[in-house]
Every structure is written in C-alpha cells, then in structure tokens.
C-alpha cells in the first residue's frame, strides 16, 4: 500500500479494502493501476479511469460468480480536486 494519485495528494491507499476487484486482478495488474492512478493530472481524468475500472472489475467479477464489486471507502481522486 502507498500514497496515491497525483504524487502525493491525499493518502490514498492500494488493496482489497480501497481498490474494487483488487482481488481479481493479477499481480501485474495491480501494479499497473496503482501506478496509473499515481500518473493522473485532473481529478475527471482520475475520475474517468476510476469509472472505466470498475466496470471492468464488475464485468470480471459476474463472469466468475462472484459478488457485486463494493464501492471503496473513500474517493482516490478527491487529492484531485481543485
């Protein structure tokens, strides 16, 4: 777990508490969207990704017949928001 998007802003936290479908990715996978996450310039960018994630996560979920996706605690692009 690590500090979040934009380098910094908030305190963003990576795993199956704070990321939907963390458990359902691959190690790689993981990496790859936590470092994308730590990349965003905007908080609707961030937002966009975040949205494009979940779904993906969701679809990925259904197709193994596992549960719904919860929503995470706290909004990861809210260090974002000007």
Do not use: I, V
């Amino acid at each position: 777990m690590g500090t979040g998007p934009g380098g910094g802003h908030g305190a963003a936290r990576w795993g199956t508490d704070f990321t939907p479908g963390w458990a359902l990715m691959t190690r790689q996978e993981r990496n790859e969207h936590r470092d994308r996450m730590r990349t965003m310039k905007s908080y609707d960018e961030c937002k966009s990704y975040q949205d494009q994630h979940h779904e993906q996560m969701a679809e990925r979920a259904k197709e193994r017949g596992g549960r719904a996706l919860s929503h995470p605690r706290r909004d990861a692009c809210s260090g974002l928001k000007n």
